[in-house]
T-cell receptor, first 114, second 114 residues
């Protein structure tokens, strides 16, 4: 069965530091991978999406993620954290045979400190 | 424009009330979704409409009744809810109904059942 694991339910970084949010997936078929961000009391906003082709995906707000098939990972990074990045981040996967259903990870709460 | 709108933003209802949540998109998307999200948890899929037909019902209790009057509108009718149904209800839409599509989320309706 396909699944998504986000390591670390809470991550805390200093402003200006590197942000690294981890996502590993399990899929017997090539997946499509997504990162969404959710600010307090808001809906989910798409940060970036991996389909096929280039393994380094650039998204909005300076975020990027690298698809590593050998490690079944799709970690999200940002070189320099900003206070406005504090939010909940969800990794999600869809796959052929799964229809249009998204399987979400449990989420990572990012805290940015001065 | 990737906007999905939802009304109302907040809703308080008693267990005997009947209310409806509304979702609208004007992106020409042909798949629309209802999710339920509890605090600190990922969204849980409830229903999917593809080309105005109900394609997925994730064993949701009958006190939740979805309706898709046309390709731009999605309603969720609520009746005799329980306090445990209090949650953020998110609507999403995608261009088509296959696994390659990106789902775009609305801001949600925060529901409190007393």
């Amino acid at each position: 069965a396909q699944s998504v694991t986000q390591l670390g339910s809470h991550v805390s970084v200093s402003e200006g530091a590197l942000v690294l949010l981890r996502c590993n997936y399990s899929s017997s078929v090539p997946p499509y991978l997504f990162w969404y961000v959710q600010y307090p009391n808001q809906g989910l906003q798409l940060l970036l999406k991996y389909t096929t082709g280039a393994t380094l995906v650039k998204g909005i707000n300076g975020f990027e993620a690298e698809f590593k098939k050998s490690e079944t990972s799709f970690h999200l990074t940002k070189p320099s954290a900003h206070m406005s990045d504090a939010a909940e981040y969800f990794c999600a996967v869809s796959f052929t045979g799964g229809g249009n259903k998204l399987t979400f990870g449990t989420g990572t709460q990012l805290k940015v400190e001065l | 424009d990737t906007e999905v709108t939802q009304t109302p933003k907040h809703l308080v209802m008693g267990m005997t009330n009947k209310k409806s949540l509304k979702c609208e998109q004007h992106m020409g998307h042909r798949a629309m979704y209802w999710y339920k999200q509890k605090a600190k948890k990922p969204p849980e899929l409830m229903f999917v409409y593809s080309y105005e037909k109900l394609s997925i019902n994730e064993s949701v209790p009958s006190r939740f009744s979805p309706e898709c009057p046309n390709s731009s509108l999605l309603n969720l009718h609520l009746h005799a809810l329980q306090p445990e149904d209090s949650a953020l209800y998110l609507c999403a839409s995608s261009q088509g109904d296959n696994y390659q599509e990106t789902q775009y989320f609305g801001p949600g309706t925060r529901l409190l059942v007393l």
